[in-house]
């Protein structure tokens, strides 16, 4: 299953992420978010706390980055 659009059509897929590094006062995990959009429709949305704890912002960064083209091409990041 899927969503087929001839090349002409004018929808193009944009991707955001972003982390909050150390955010939880708890565990010291960075929290994850990103968006999808269809041209300019949301199709997708996801915010969760990451696995592990990192040492940097730019790794949590990174992880963020990586779940968020996950998402985009269909793979699962758990």
Known sequence: MGLW??????MSLTAYSDAD?????????????S?????DKLVRWSS?????TTISSTEAEYISLSGCCAQSYGCDHN
């Open 5 to 10: 659009y001839s090349k002409d059509t004018g």
């Open 48 to 52: 969760k706390k990451q696995k592990s």
């Open 21 to 33: 590094h150390a955010g939880c006062q708890d565990t010291r995990c960075s929290t994850s978010g």
């Open 35 to 39: 968006a999808q959009f269809l041209g």
